[in-house]
């Protein structure tokens, strides 16, 4: 249960995320058209984009319960308690959420009041990008009503989802005229974006000689000591002979024990917000290209090699330079709302208060639509 409600929530994200990046209450939701979250200067907010990440919090949320306390945990109970634990200054988790979802509303507010001012506006392309993703995402999932019913589970419908894509471009549009090749901001030459991205992120392979307790196989009579040795020596051995030219894709499929390895054997992209183990990532940051390295970690040993990180296939022009230049957005985005009244919808945010969604029926409403799309996805795989 808890792999299929992660992996349809990694779905509709990553449908979602392909350009960066309703109904009555009692299903957890609200029509957008017909409620707002806000109003400035008499324009009205409406609510789709907060019902969307509200949705993904609680989501995530509910994943962690069915795998920490099981699928008979009282969900809704269960999430309140959790969403209800204060903090030293008083505030609670529902109100953290609450205070990150409307300042996600003042983002998009003024990104798109700033595009308004450049004269940034969705073209015929850009529509029929919205058009083909929806398309490509209704052939997906089998049909126009299983989209529309996991889109329900987000709280958002069709519209709504037309408006997340479209906030999504003009965010886009909106970089690229402040720190394009020929920003406004800034004027820069996508070999700088390039050399910026090299400099912050780093791939590397590893070959894992672990010695985690967990995952010792001790031989008749042989200590943890000894075997820590044995291990320690195969990995100087290994060290030993990559540094020396022999062939290290071939020693990491005989020796490495990281499976991580098997499914991006590439190497990992490695970068200052990434999480892996302390010595591990200050190593990947800290070699040059082409440099081998042994390191000691709570894992084991890890005979480290740093490549090309183009190789991964990973760069985006557009994704480093929001990285590159994110600072200085997020002060020309603060600017924006200075002096800017948001008059928030209170019959509105109490109905979407985190404390008060009913958990449980959007639970079912998400097996109900993943274990239809999961026959959707058997049958394509069976033709």
Do not use: W
Not at 180 to 205: C, F, M, R, T, W
């Amino acid at each position: 249960m808890l792999k299929r409600i992660i992996a349809l929530t990694m779905t509709l994200i990553m449908a979602l995320s392909v350009l960066a990046g309703c109904s009555s209450m009692t299903a957890g939701r609200i029509d957008p058209i017909k409620n707002n979250i806000a109003e400035v200067s008499g324009e009205i907010i409406p609510s789709d984009t907060y019902q969307y990440y509200l949705s993904n919090n609680l989501i995530n949320y509910a994943a962690n319960i069915l795998q920490y306390y099981g699928q008979n945990a009282n969900m809704t109970d269960t999430l309140k308690q959790i969403l209800s634990q204060a903090g030293e200054d008083g505030s609670t988790i529902a109100d953290s959420i609450k205070k990150s979802l409307m300042e996600q509303v003042k983002y998009e507010y003024a990104v798109n009041a700033l595009c308004e001012s450049y004269n940034l506006k969705l073209d015929a392309t850009d529509e029929k990008t919205i058009s083909d993703n929806i398309e490509a995402s209704i052939k997906q999932y089998g049909s126009e009503e299983n989209f529309s019913d996991l889109l329900d589970v987000f709280m958002i419908d069709i519209d709504g989802y037309k408006n997340i894509m479209a906030n999504s471009i003009r965010y886009q549009k909106l970089v690229l005229h402040l720190f394009g090749e020929n920003g406004i901001e800034a004027k820069i030459p996508a070999q700088e974006v390039k050399d910026h991205y090299a400099k912050n992120n780093s791939l590397v392979k590893h070959i894992l000689i672990d010695t985690q307790a967990s995952t010792m196989k001790l031989a008749t009579g042989e200590t943890t000591d000894e075997y820590i040795a044995k291990k320690k020596a195969l990995a100087e051995d290994i060290y030993k002979k990559v540094t020396n030219g022999e062939d290290y894709d071939a020693l990491l499929k005989k020796y490495g024990e990281d499976p991580g390895m098997t499914s991006s054997p590439k190497g990992y992209v490695v970068n200052a917000s990434s999480n892996y183990v302390k010595e591990f990532q200050e190593a990947a940051l800290n070699m040059k290209v082409g440099e081998y390295r042994l390191v000691k970690s709570d894992y084991g040993y890890h005979v480290m090699y740093r490549d090309d990180v183009f190789k991964a296939g990973e760069f985006d022009d557009l994704t480093e330079r929001i990285n590159y230049k994110s600072k200085e957005i997020d002060e020309i985005i603060a600017n924006k709302l200075k002096n800017v009244d948001f008059k928030y919808n209170d019959k509105t945010l109490s109905k979407l208060d985190p404390l008060n969604i009913d958990m449980s029926k959007i639970i079912n409403k998400y097996m109900e639509v993943s274990e239809r799309l999961e026959k959707v996805n058997t049958t394509k795989e069976s033709k």
